[in-house]
């Protein structure tokens, strides 16, 4: 369904009050990517475990938003997506809830998993929804503010989960999300209008091998940290394979296929290829920081949250202009910028040492989100126009599980580096040495992500000039 055939139907008043829904529901779901980061450390003491198993809280909600998204994205077509997001919010919600009374670690795990299949929901239909509830006039706005909710949500969840630890207990860093999720679906039930599926054949087979194929890649990721779980690591990739040669079998065949192998021209790969190895080195960042500022620095969870504060405070501000100058030059000069000085930034985080004064520390946070705002909007951007219209939405679904799947592998290269580091017997310093070693994986990332970036934009430009 069009999203001009919908809009003359509503009032403003109506599609800004389902727009605030929309947003509210995907800033609390990127916000929980990163919110438990600084409080892991905590949770390893509090929950009585090894430091790198607390990294699975982190973890098992980016698996399994990775996992979700391509599954749900389709199966908006199928039941309606303002049906999906009303279960998508719900569930999300009560997990919060769930993960707020956990009183193990395996629960508390558990019940992330349910709340990324949630949050998964909801970043499926979200752009969707958006696009059917505005008129083409107005889409570019609305889904910049999408995009810049999601960069915010992502990058603040350090912050303010150190904010909420220095008054109340972690807990609290999920209940938050109730009375937000409660008044998103119920502004969601009043506002939101109803659509008729676009019945047809599902997807099955394609869902379960590409989640299978993601959820083997990145648990067989982490079992590599130790020569008794090499086999298993062994087992799972050698899964992943398997699962990935039938997905790409599957949607060679299939009607309606989950993600069209057609998406996947040179230019809209790299473009993939460059915000995935983005992510990585950012999933790296947010989950090793926490633990060097506490372990090396001696910070409290208060404390590391105002040192990381730069990060998404200088997104707020410079993702919309970066934005508004990829209107006028060309996005992907942007982004290679911005990756450029997001390598500069984790140079400089890797570089700190153990007893850096204050403001280095802020300042190397504070390059690291001015690189990061300026690359996200104009790669999004570049993403999107590469996709053919028909392929939006897979577009979409690929953008979203890029993003989950990049952060969730850097999630598992932390913990990879605290067990290499004898860090999981407790010793303070193994982890502050593991944080600090770690970060140059995310530098090598970032790197990649720049080369990957130059190489885009002279493939671009080379076909723009009918080489």
Request: aromatic share 6%; with cysteine.
């Amino acid at each position: 369904m069009t999203s001009s055939a919908a809009a003359p139907t509503l009032s403003a008043r109506r599609r800004t009050l389902a727009l605030v829904s929309i947003l509210l529901s995907t800033l609390t779901g990127t916000i929980d990517t990163s919110i438990v980061n600084v409080a892991l450390p905590k949770l390893a003491t509090d929950l009585h475990v090894a430091p790198s198993e607390t990294v699975w809280v982190a973890t098992a909600f980016l698996l399994a938003v990775a996992c979700s998204v391509p599954a749900t994205s389709a199966l908006g077509d199928q039941i309606g997506r303002r049906r999906l997001y009303l279960i998508g919010v719900p569930v999300f919600t009560l997990a919060s809830l769930g993960c707020a009374l956990a009183p193990t670690l395996a629960v508390l795990v558990a019940f992330r998993v349910v709340q990324g299949i949630g949050s998964a929901v909801v970043l499926a239909v979200a752009i969707p929804l958006i696009r059917r509830l505005f008129p083409p006039e107005r889409l570019g706005q609305t889904l910049g503010l999408n995009a810049m909710t999601v960069a915010i949500g992502t990058s603040a969840g350090p912050t303010l989960g150190g904010l909420i630890l220095a008054a109340l207990p972690w807990p609290w860093l999920f209940l938050i999300n109730v009375p937000i999720g409660v008044a998103s679906f119920v502004l969601a039930l009043v506002v939101l209008p109803k659509g008729v599926p676009e019945r047809g054949d599902y997807d099955w087979p394609g869902a379960v091998w590409a989640a299978g194929a993601i959820a083997a890649l990145l648990v067989g990721v982490r079992q590599l940290a130790a020569v008794t779980t090499l086999w298993h690591a062994l087992v799972l990739l050698v899964v992943c394979a398997v699962c990935a040669v039938l997905f790409v079998r599957r949607e060679r065949m299939a009607a309606r296929p989950l993600i069209p192998l057609g998406l996947f021209t040179g230019p809209f790969s790299l473009t993939v290829g460059t915000a995935w190895a983005s992510f990585l080195g950012q999933g790296i960042a947010f989950v090793a920081l926490p633990f060097l500022f506490q372990t090396a620095y001696g910070a409290s969870p208060l404390e590391s949250a105002l040192l990381f504060t730069p990060w998404p405070l200088v997104i707020v501000v410079v993702a919309p202009l970066s934005g508004r100058i990829a209107d006028r030059v060309r996005p992907a000069v942007l982004a290679l910028t911005g990756l450029v000085v997001l390598t500069i930034g984790l140079v400089m985080l890797a570089l700190l040492g153990s007893a850096p004064p204050i403001w280095l520390v802020l300042l190397s946070t504070a390059v690291c989100g001015l690189g990061y705002g300026t690359f996200q909007s104009p790669n999004n951007r570049d993403m999107m126009a590469a996709a053919p219209l028909r392929y939006a939405a897979s577009a979409s679904a690929v953008l979203n599980t890029n993003r989950t799947v990049g952060q969730s592998a850097g999630s598992a290269v932390v913990s990879i580096a605290l067990v290499v580091s004898g860090a999981a017997a407790g010793s303070m310093a193994a982890q502050s040495s593991a944080a600090s070693a770690v970060l140059w994986v995310a530098v090598v990332a970032a790197a990649a992500a720049t080369i990957l970036s130059a190489v885009k934009l002279r493939v671009t430009a080379a076909v723009s000039l009918g080489r």
